[in-house]
C-alpha cells in the first residue's frame, strides 16, 4: 500500500522544517543531517522519508552515500499556495492598524 503524504502535515513537523532549512544551501547525507538533532538516527532517516515522499527533497546516490537536497520546485508550488492567504491576511492586519491608530487618536 503506498501511502500519501500531504505536504502541509510533513511540514508541520518542527523537525521536519529544520530540515528543509537545513538542506537549503547545500546537500547534505542523513548522516550530517541527523548530526545537527538531539534525536536518534532512525527518527531522522523517518523525518527524510516523510519529506521525500512528499517531493520536498530530492535524494541522488554518490557511491555509498545518499546525498538530499531541497526540491525547490515543489516549495515553489507551496508558496504559489500560500501567497493569496498571506495577502489576504496582511489586507488584514493593516486594516486593523489602521483601525487601532484612529481609536487611539481619538481617546
Known amino acids: 500500500m ?4 500531504d505536504v502541509f502535515q510533513a511540514i508541520a513537523d518542527p523537525t521536519r522544517r529544520a530540515i528543509l532549512l537545513l538542506v537549503t544551501s547545500h546537500s547534505m547525507t542523513a ?3 541527523a548530526s545537527n ?7 531522522v532517516s523517518k523525518h527524510l ?8 527533497l530530492q ?19 507551496i508558496a504559489d499556495f500560500i501567497e ?14 489602521e483601525i487601532m491608530k484612529n481609536y487611539k487618536q481619538k481617546n
Open 2 to 5: 503506498n501511502l500519501r503524504r
Open 49 to 56: 522519508k516523510i519529506l521525500t515522499e512528499c517531493d520536498l
Open 37 to 43: 538533532f538531539d534525536t536518534a538516527r532512525p527518527t
Open 59 to 77: 535524494q541522488t546516490q554518490n557511491g555509498r552515500e545518499v546525498h538530499y537536497t531541497i526540491n525547490a520546485k515543489k516549495m515553489k508550488e
Open 84 to 97: 493569496p492567504f498571506r495577502q489576504m491576511w496582511d489586507e488584514r492586519f493593516n486594516k486593523l492598524e
Open 31 to 33: 548522516g550530517a543531517i
